[in-house]
Every structure is written in C-alpha cells, then in structure tokens.
C-alpha cells in the first residue's frame, strides 16, 4: 500500500526532519490514516476466487464426486452473497494441484479444492493456507490399458509405459498402491500428463497405462479400455487397507485472516449442502448434478454402494482424516516426493467448522 510506503520514506520517530508539533502532528496523523485504511481494505471482498483442481470430461467446468461439485451447480455461493453484491469466481483448472497452487501462491484464487497430495506439496514449499473442511473421502482410482494390449495385472505391466500426473493426488495414490504390490515408480517407465492427455496417448499406443478416476468405469463399459487393477477390489495379501485419497477445502491464509466472517459463511454454506446430500431423498439429485461433469449417473451409483454419501461427503477435520494426511505428508517424505516434513497439526482452523455444525445443529451428524 502507498501509504506504507510514505510512512517508511517519512521514517517517522527516526531521521524525520519537521520539529515540534509539526512533526507530533505528521505521526499522528499518517498513523490515523494508516489505520483506517487497513480498516477499509479489510472489508469485505468484492470478489471470492474459487479455485478446483479438476475439470470434467472434455474439459468442462463441473466436477462430481465432491461436495464443492453440488456447490458450484446449485449455485449455493453466488446464493449466499448475492445480497452482499459479492462475485464468486470459478476456474477449473486442467493442471490439476500445481496448477492451483501456483494460483494460490500468485494471489490469484482465494480458496481452493485441493487434494491431500499437491496440498501437502504446497506447503511443504512455504504456501500458507489454511485448512478449512473435508470435502471427499475415499474416491477411487483405476489402472487402465487399451483394450487389445496383452497385460492382465499390475506385474505385466513393469518396464512398460505408464501415466502418473505428477504433483497430483494420483501420485502418491499410485506410490501407495505399487507399495503394496512390492513395485516402485521405477519398475515402470513413468510419463506425466494431465488427464485430458492420457487417454489419447493411451489409443494411440504411445502409452501402455494410464490411471484415472470414474470415468474409467464409462470408457471400460463402452470397450475403450479395460482396466487391470482398482481400489474398489480388496487389496493384495497380506495387506488389509484399501488405499484412498482425501481431498480438502483450504484458503490463502491471507484472505482468512483479512475476511474471517466472509470465510465462516463460505464453510456454512459447505456444510449445509454436505448435510443436504447425506438425506437419501436426495441422492438422485446429487447424481444428476454429478453427471454434468461428464461421468455417466450409473458409475455414481456403483461408486455411492462402495461408499455412502454420509460417509464420502463427511465435512470433519476428525482423527480420521488427520491422521490420513500425516500418513500422507510422512510417506511423501519417505518417498522424498518432498524435501521436508510438514506439521500437520497446525495447519487447520478448526473454528469455522465448528461454529458451522453448532449452528446448523450438526454436531452429532458425521460421528
């Protein structure tokens, strides 16, 4: 800010060259004007930047599976600040987790959907966020090959050509899943591109592998692909865990600690459309609004079988759910995907999701 600036260049109480009461004055003064303008810029925003670490199908504005997709489709922001005259924009972005953290880290978004991965990149890398609220549990990952190709298992598949979207959730879900397989990424000869290049590369047989999300469920339905492991199927033996991916709501920690009652409503609104898609009157809406992201409304319903929605849309920042980002954040370090240990402990502000089940008489909801 200028004003700053003209205080520093006035080095006020220090070389400042105005005697007596002109120079009590000048300090009082640019101290008062200071202070009212941070007041003043630390009023509400004209705009909310949301940030998605996702597109659907072809590129197209809209996602599923997540609780920030219902949001987006019902409107439910641009509902809540209507009144205020406050813009909500939306940017989904095709680079996935880098590319929302180069957003957050430019100031160009003010909140993001991030999974549990990039996120943990992110402030492994010295980006302040805050965690705000859960918001996806558990989605599944799948292991595709053109459906011609001769591999049958995960095995037949090393030295081959595979597909990992680095810097992604997807990644380290991978990392985890070859673990238990006893493979690394270097059984394999690991590409990376974005999602909506895989599968090109996949028909072309530039690729041998690509891993992928729902929509897998369609092109294997439809004979595009065939898919030759998934984390809806028990795990290998002796293992027990089904490897899964969280992914969060988070904010520049900027914009929280500038608009903390613009933050509360935006985690409000969150929860309450989380507590809308748990009533089983309303899962058939929840899949429609899903499926305009492209993903057919039948794998959505073979998904929500595998995992309810009370359960997928759970909101908690619970033992559950920290816990898993430690796990993740200390297998990202032991993998050296990053360069340091990252705290987990202080990295949510519990409050505004606290204050949003008390007064929505949530609080027993999710347990």
Known sequence: MALWRLAGSLQIGGALQIGGALATFCR??????????????????????????????????????????????RGALEAEFAADGIAVEWTFNK?????????????????????????????????????????????????????????????????????????????????????????????????????????????????????????FLDLEAQGSVRLVLSTRDPPPAPHRERIRAYTAILAASDFVDRHPAIVQRIVSVFVRTAAWSADPANTETVIDLWSRSGTSPEVYRRDLAALPLRERLSPLLDTQCLDHLRTVAQTAFDLRLIRRQVSIDDWPAPHFLAEALRAQNLEQFWK
């Open 28 to 73: 009082i003064t640019l101290v008062l004007v200071i202070a009212l303008a941070s007041i003043l810029d630390a009023g509400e925003p004209a705009r909310i930047r949301f940030g998605v670490s996702s597109v659907g199908i072809g590129g197209r504005p809209a996602v599923g599976g997540i609780v920030t997709g219902l949001v987006h489709a």
């Open 95 to 215: 680079g996935a987790g880098p590319q929302t953290n180069e957003q957050l880290a430019g100031g160009l978004i003010d909140v993001a959907w991030q999974g549990d991965f990039p996120a943990l990149i992110g402030r492994a890398q010295g980006l302040s966020t805050r965690l705000l609220l859960a918001d996806g549990r558990g989605g599944f990952v799948h292991l595709a090959v053109h459906p011609d190709a001769p591999a049958r298992s995960l095995r037949d598949l090393v030295g081959k050509r595979m597909v990992i979207f680095k810097g992604t959730a997807t990644q380290l879900l991978v990392a985890r899943i070859l673990g238990q397989h006893g493979l690394t990424e270097r059984d394999f000869k690991i590409i990376t591109l974005d999602a909506q290049s895989s599968l090109p590369a996949l028909y072309s047989r530039d690729v041998d592998a690509v891993w992928g999300g729902a929509s």
